[in-house]
């Protein structure tokens, strides 16, 4: 089981990032799939959930009306859309898949000007 995070970097507040997650060695639309984040020197937090097929979500009120969350299953693929980023926003995102005991390394995100 894998997961591999991209389409982390620098940005401006305000602006906007996509990261992606691709699975690989499980049955990708089984599984509800988490994004979570880590601030240095904080605990890692839930950013959200969607569904097997995406019919329902899950957000952090932090993150809620600026972020969106969505899975393509043909490609195995899960998506974080991030807009009008925050400095707070800073952080390693990861994507998980619990049921299968699996976590990605992460990507960094950093939302500074």
């Known amino acids: 089981v894998q997961l591999v995070e991209s389409g982390g970097g620098l940005v401006q507040p305000g602006g906007s990032l996509r990261l992606s997650c691709t699975a690989s060695?499980?049955?990708?639309?089984?599984?509800?799939m988490y994004w979570y984040r880590q601030a240095p020197g904080k605990e890692r937090e839930l950013v959200g959930n969607i569904g097997r097929f995406g019919g329902t979500f899950n957000y952090a009120d932090s993150v809620k009306d600026r972020f969106t969350i969505s899975r393509d299953n043909a490609k195995n693929t899960l998506y974080l859309q991030m807009n009008n980023l925050k400095p707070e926003d800073t952080a390693v995102y990861y994507c998980a898949a619990p049921l299968f005991g699996s976590w990605g390394q992460g990507t960094q995100v950093t939302v500074s000007s």
């Open positions: 060695g499980f049955t990708f639309s089984s599984a509800t």
